[in-house]
């Protein structure tokens, strides 16, 4: 069972940074490489919506992420990373990483099956 840790969650003043960390373990058999990764997020009332994914060396963004937010991997660190630059308080949410089935990078939720606790993004206005 794949194991996904976020971290580098918080509160910033709009305008600023964060960068999100999602450290895989567990990869019993199974190459980190060989899988798409994701970040997702949820805010309050509203349904959890895509943000940026990874294949092996192609990245996929929302509109709302494009141009501000950096997805990119370590491989030999199992690991995961969301840049986000000029954060905005419709940013605020629960941010999470996923493991694709495949290398496929796909914006759907349902084509990931491992999924982290998450952590608090929150930016003030």
Same mark, same amino acid.
């Given at each position: 069972q794949v194991e996904l840790v976020e971290s580098g969650g918080g509160l910033v003043q709009a305008g600023g *940074?964060? &960068?999100l960390s999602c450290a895989a373990s567990g990869l019993i058999g199974r190459t980190f490489s060989n899988y798409a990764m994701a970040?997702? @997020?949820q805010a309050? =009332?509203?349904e &959890? $919506?895509?943000v940026a994914a990874i294949s092996s060396s192609k990245t996929y963004y929302a509109d709302s992420?494009? =141009? &501000?937010f950096t997805i990119s991997r370590d491989t030999s660190k199992n690991t995961v990373f969301l840049q986000m630059n000029s954060l905005k308080p $419709?940013?605020?949410a629960v941010y999470s990483c996923s493991? =694709? @089935?495949s290398l496929y990078a *796909? *914006? &759907?939720s349902s084509d990931y099956g491992s999924w982290g606790q998450g952590t608090q993004v929150t930016v003030s206005s």
């Open positions: *940074s964060l &960068r970040w997702f @997020r309050p =009332g509203k &959890r $919506e895509f992420a494009e =141009g &501000r $419709e940013d605020t493991q =694709g @089935r *796909s *914006s &759907r």
